[in-house]
């Protein structure tokens, strides 16, 4: 008897975790000798997604989490991760943008063990908006030159692990989480599964724009150093150049004297330079505050409800 548990951060989810529910209950008939285990983690949803998870919890196969705020769906996996008990963990959205029907190849790829984990990625950005498309794809070219750890375009947080390469997820604790990137450093063998982009069944997507910017300027400070040698190697040219500049200045001087010109090119270059050093300064800064905030070593999530807590209290 071999043991699933699926993973479900949920935020705001009213509209469709019950659908997901009753989906994953569909699936369930096309395996054998496997339980199922599935753990809501509410993040701080302000809607009915916590009412609705009591409910499901009411079923055999349901556990929740909940925690005491909005921690972000990074916080969210770890926290299902944290609590899974399954051979194989899964983690899903609960919006059914990962179909539930591919769980079963990636438990019998699993199975054959060749694989500790069967990651997906969507081939298409269907349905997305083209400006958000054009910006991913630059983002996933430039991430994989300056990073070490491979960051694969597409890739979705839908995959599933064997319980080993879970316990490794599991060690690294860090409090700025960039999960692709974290599965991908692991390490272990992977297998992609492909799949079209399927549009939320309903209710809607947390991510703005603006949102994922941020996040994708965080992933970068997360897996690369680069910026960093860029403010350096910056500086460096910056020297050579002006130290040239100076002995041309020098000789010209001696040579034709002192006529004051060169207003306008001079103020230019200070703005250039100033510019210059506030983006170092910034690259150093974005740098030293997420250092700041791993060394205060904060918990990656906090807590309030629980099934069994629930259960305790009655
Ligand atoms: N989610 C979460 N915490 C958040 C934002 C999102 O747990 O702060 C969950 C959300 O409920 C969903 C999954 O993360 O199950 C993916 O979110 P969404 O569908 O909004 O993202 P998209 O699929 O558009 O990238
Ligand atoms: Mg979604």
Same mark, same amino acid.
């Given at each position: 008897?071999?043991?699933?548990?699926?993973?479900?951060?949920?935020?705001?989810?009213?509209?469709?975790?019950?659908?997901?529910?009753?989906?994953?209950?569909?699936?369930?008939?096309?395996?054998?000798?496997?339980?199922?285990?599935?753990?809501?983690?509410?993040?701080?949803?302000?809607?009915?997604?916590?009412?609705?998870?009591?409910?499901?919890?009411?079923?055999?196969?349901?556990?929740?989490?909940?925690?005491?705020?909005?921690?972000?769906?990074?916080?969210? #996996? @770890?926290?299902? +991760? /944290?609590?899974?008990?399954? =051979?194989?963990? !899964?983690?899903?959205? $609960?919006?059914?943008?990962?179909? *539930?029907?591919?769980?079963?190849? #990636? @438990?019998?790829? +699993? /199975?054959?063990?060749?694989? =500790?984990?069967? !990651?997906?990625?969507? $081939?298409?950005?269907?349905?997305? *908006?083209?400006?958000?498309?054009?910006?991913?794809?630059?983002?996933?070219?430039?991430?994989?030159?300056?990073?070490?750890?491979?960051? $694969?375009?597409?890739?979705?947080?839908?995959?599933?692990?064997?319980?080993?390469?879970?316990?490794?997820?599991?060690?690294?604790?860090?409090?700025?989480?960039?999960?692709?990137?974290?599965?991908?450093?692991?390490?272990?063998?992977?297998?992609?599964?492909?799949?079209?982009?399927?549009?939320?069944?309903?209710?809607?997507?947390?991510?703005?724009?603006?949102?994922?910017?941020?996040?994708?300027?965080?992933?970068?400070?997360?897996?690369?150093?680069?910026?960093?040698?860029?403010?350096?190697?910056?500086?460096?040219?910056?020297?050579?150049?002006?130290?040239?500049?100076?002995?041309?200045?020098?000789?010209?001087?001696?040579?034709?004297?002192?006529?004051?010109?060169?207003?306008?090119?001079?103020?230019?270059?200070?703005?250039?330079?100033?510019?210059?050093?506030?983006?170092?300064?910034?690259?150093?800064?974005?740098?030293?505050?997420?250092?700041?905030?791993?060394?205060?070593?904060?918990?990656?999530?906090?807590?309030?409800?629980?099934?069994?807590?629930?259960?305790?209290?009655?």
């Amino acid at each position: 008897m071999k043991k699933i548990t699926l993973v479900v951060p949920c935020r705001n989810e009213q509209e469709v975790i019950k659908l997901f529910y009753n989906e994953i209950q569909k699936i369930k008939k096309d395996f054998v000798n496997v339980v199922f285990e599935i753990i809501f983690v509410d993040d701080g949803s302000t809607d009915n997604t916590l009412k609705l998870m009591r409910e499901l919890a009411q079923n055999d196969d349901v556990r929740y989490i909940s925690f005491s705020r909005n921690f972000g769906k990074e916080a969210a #996996m @770890y926290a299902g +991760l /944290e609590a899974s008990t399954g =051979d194989y963990i !899964a983690i899903m959205d $609960v919006d059914l943008q990962d179909p *539930p029907f591919l769980l079963k190849e #990636m @438990y019998e790829t +699993l /199975e054959s063990g060749k694989f =500790d984990s069967v !990651a997906t990625r969507r $081939v298409t950005r269907k349905g997305e *908006p083209v400006i958000r498309s054009v910006f991913a794809r630059i983002y996933y070219k430039m991430i994989n030159k300056i990073s070490k750890t491979e960051i $694969v375009d597409g890739a979705r947080d839908y995959r599933l692990m064997t319980r080993k390469m879970v316990n490794a997820v599991l060690e690294i604790k860090e409090y700025n989480r960039f999960s692709k990137g974290i599965f991908s450093w692991v390490g272990f063998k992977t297998k992609w599964l492909e799949y079209e982009n399927t549009p939320r069944v309903a209710g809607e997507t947390k991510w703005s724009f603006w949102k994922l910017f941020l996040y994708s300027l965080d992933s970068i400070v997360a897996f690369s150093t680069l910026p960093l040698s860029i403010a350096s190697i910056m500086g460096i040219l910056f020297c050579i150049v002006s130290f040239f500049i100076i002995i041309f200045i020098i000789i010209r001087t001696l040579a034709f004297g002192d006529p004051t010109s060169g207003w306008p090119s001079m103020v230019c270059i200070m703005f250039f330079i100033g510019g210059v050093q506030l983006l170092c300064l910034g690259i150093i800064g974005q740098y030293l505050s997420k250092t700041y905030l791993e060394v205060k070593k904060r918990p990656i999530y906090i807590v309030q409800e629980t099934e069994k807590a629930k259960l305790n209290s009655k």
